[in-house]
């Protein structure tokens, strides 16, 4: 609540913005035209002003209340009262994936790419997935080999997959060698990921994070050698790429939704459910908004729908 506290005391503080000359009911210098197209400050009417201060307070609360439900989320998420999380399709092939690979005697490979630098927020969300992977390794003695592209993320990846070992009790499975920084940039690490993918022949790959230009050129790999494929990326430019050559792709909100449902952390599951609770009130809004704009049509069609069915 203290958050709540000291965005109240800040909207308080900053107050209501300005009236410029341009809002509709304040004076107009109707002799000049260059003092029409240039807004400035003027003294602002007293409707004007009153309808600013309305837009501030609406704005304010509007504010207060997504602030307020995403604690109360956070809150009962602590208490175990989070709200379920659906099936995730990529996610839950997960199993699948690392248990092939053990059957047929290759590695995996995790990857979150070469543009996914230490302050990309879409590492640390992928972290929980790679901490996952490297358990089902571990669990089924499989070895899971991680490149990565900046030399500061290399120890957030090495932490994780010996997590993820520690997890099963399989800390001995994790080797140094099996997380490799690969220097030089977006493309130099895209083809150095791809003679290691070659050489090694991973039988799942799993590729989460921030993605641009190399997220084709890893998949296409993946793809010539026969690698069952997991990708997971919120950014919608590069999704088309994944979905032609994945066997399973997490778009977009997904992405978090499935660090959120792996972590089980309180604070991800309270804010996700806040959120998803907020989209559903504002589609119901919307839809309540076009019936009302249309209530004489709707009016006509309900009333034969009970005709009809009555």
């Not at 307070?57 to 208490?79: E, F, Q, S, W």
């Not at 990857?111 to 390794?137: E, F």
């Not at 991800?268 to 809004?285: E, H, M, N, R, W």
């Amino acid at each position: 609540m203290r958050i709540v506290l000291v965005l109240t005391l800040l909207l308080m503080l900053t107050g209501p913005p300005p009236v410029r000359a341009d809002e509709p009911g304040t004076a107009q210098n109707a002799t000049s035209a260059a003092a029409t197209s240039m807004p400035t400050d003027v003294e602002p009417t007293e409707e004007a002003s009153l309808r600013a201060d309305h837009r501030f307070a609406a704005h304010a609360a509007l504010l207060i209340l997504i602030v307020v439900g995403v604690l109360t989320g956070i809150v009962l998420a602590r208490r175990g009262r989070a709200l379920p999380i659906r099936d995730i399709p990529g996610l839950n092939a997960f199993d699948e994936a690392v248990a092939r690979a053990t059957e047929m005697g290759r590695p995996s490979l995790f990857t979150t790419g070469g543009v996914c630098d230490i302050r990309r927020v879409q590492l640390y969300a992928s972290m929980p997935l790679l901490r996952r992977v490297a358990a089902l390794s571990g669990e089924l003695g499989n070895r899971l080999i991680v490149p990565v592209a900046y030399p500061e993320t290399l120890p957030v990846h090495a932490n994780a997959l010996r997590d993820g070992y520690i997890d099963v009790g399989a800390l001995e499975a994790f080797r140094a060698d099996d997380v490799r920084f690969l220097p030089g940039g977006q493309f130099f690490f895209a083809m150095a990921t791809m003679g290691w993918m070659l050489k090694e022949q991973p039988a799942a790959c799993f590729y989460f994070g921030w993605w641009e230009a190399d997220s084709l050129m890893l998949a296409e790999t993946g793809q010539a050698i026969n690698a069952l494929q997991i990708a997971g990326t919120d950014q919608l430019y590069q999704v088309p790429f994944f979905v032609a050559a994945c066997d399973y792709t997490i778009i977009g909100e997904e992405f978090w939704a499935s660090s959120a449902k792996i972590s089980r952390d309180p604070g991800l599951l309270g804010s996700l459910g806040a959120q998803d609770l907020f989209k559903l009130a504002i589609v119901g809004l919307i839809v309540g908004g076009v019936l009302l704009c249309h209530y004489g049509r709707f009016a006509e069609w309900v009333d034969s729908l009970r005709k009809a069915f009555g």
